[in-house]
C-alpha cells in the first residue's frame, strides 16, 4: 500500500503535539514558534480543531487542549486483568471512606485519572477517568484541592502490571481524618498485592 498522507490533518496533528508538555494554555505566536506555521494558517486550522472540540480558545486568547481529547481518553483503560482487581477495590474504599477513591497513572509530568468511584453525596472530590493534571514531584501525583484534601499510595511495587500507578482518596477536608484515609488506603493497596500473588501463582 502506498504512503498517502494529507497536509492538513498532519498540520493540525502537529498543532496537537505542542499540547503534550506540561504548559496548558498557548498564545497564538507561541504555537507558531513551536510548529513554525504562519499565523494565518494556525488560525485556519485551530477553527477547525475548536470546531470538534480538540482545542479551546480562552478568554485571554491563549488556546488549549478542549473536551474531545479527554472524552477520548476516557476510553482508554489499564489492562482488562488489572482493571478487574483494581474496580472492585476502588469501590469498597469508596465506601468504607465516604470519599472519592481512584487510580492514578503518572507519567512525564502528568497525572491521568484511569479508574474512579465517587460516593453517594453531592459534596464530593469529582473526578473521573480521563481528568489529568500536571506534577512536578515524584514523592506523590496528589491534585491540590482548595478546601479538600488527596492522599495516595503507590502501587507500583506491591502490584504485577503496576508501574507507576497510585491508589487515591480525596474529598473536602475535615470530613475524612488523615490517619483513617491512610489505613483504609494500605489495607487496600495490601489486598491488591495479596490478588495479585494469587494471580502469578494460578498462571505459573
Not at 490533518?9 to 510548529?35: G, N, S, Y
Not at 503518572?106 to 453525596?121: D, F, I, Q, Y
Not at 487496600?188 to 495479596?194: N, V
Request: proline share 4%.
Amino acid at each position: 500500500m502506498s504512503e498517502q498522507r494529507v497536509e492538513a490533518v498532519e498540520r493540525a496533528l502537529k498543532i496537537l503535539e505542542v499540547f503534550d508538555t506540561p504548559q496548558e494554555a498557548f498564545t497564538l505566536a507561541e504555537l507558531a514558534e513551536a510548529t513554525g506555521f504562519y499565523k494565518s494558517t494556525l488560525l485556519r486550522l485551530l477553527a477547525s480543531l475548536e470546531r470538534f472540540g480538540y482545542v479551546t480558545r480562552g478568554a485571554d486568547g491563549r488556546f488549549s487542549l478542549g473536551s474531545t481529547p479527554l472524552r477520548l481518553g476516557r476510553r482508554h483503560r489499564p489492562g482488562r486483568g488489572l482493571a478487574a482487581r483494581v474496580q472492585p477495590v476502588l469501590d469498597r474504599l469508596c465506601q468504607e471512606s465516604g470519599e472519592t477513591a481512584a487510580l492514578l497513572e503518572v507519567a512525564e509530568g502528568m497525572v491521568n485519572c484511569r479508574l474512579a468511584s465517587l460516593p453517594n453525596t453531592s459534596l464530593r472530590h469529582e473526578l473521573h477517568p480521563g481528568d489529568h493534571w500536571t506534577t512536578d514531584t515524584t514523592d506523590t501525583p496528589a491534585q491540590s484541592l482548595s478546601g479538600g484534601f488527596m492522599l495516595c499510595t503507590a502501587l507500583s511495587e506491591a502490584v504485577a502490571g503496576a508501574t507507576n500507578l497510585w491508589l487515591s482518596l480525596s474529598g473536602p477536608g475535615g470530613r475524612l481524618k488523615s490517619a483513617q484515609a491512610e489505613a483504609l488506603l494500605e489495607s487496600a493497596r495490601r489486598e491488591l498485592a495479596s490478588s495479585s500473588e494469587h494471580s502469578e501463582g494460578a498462571s505459573s
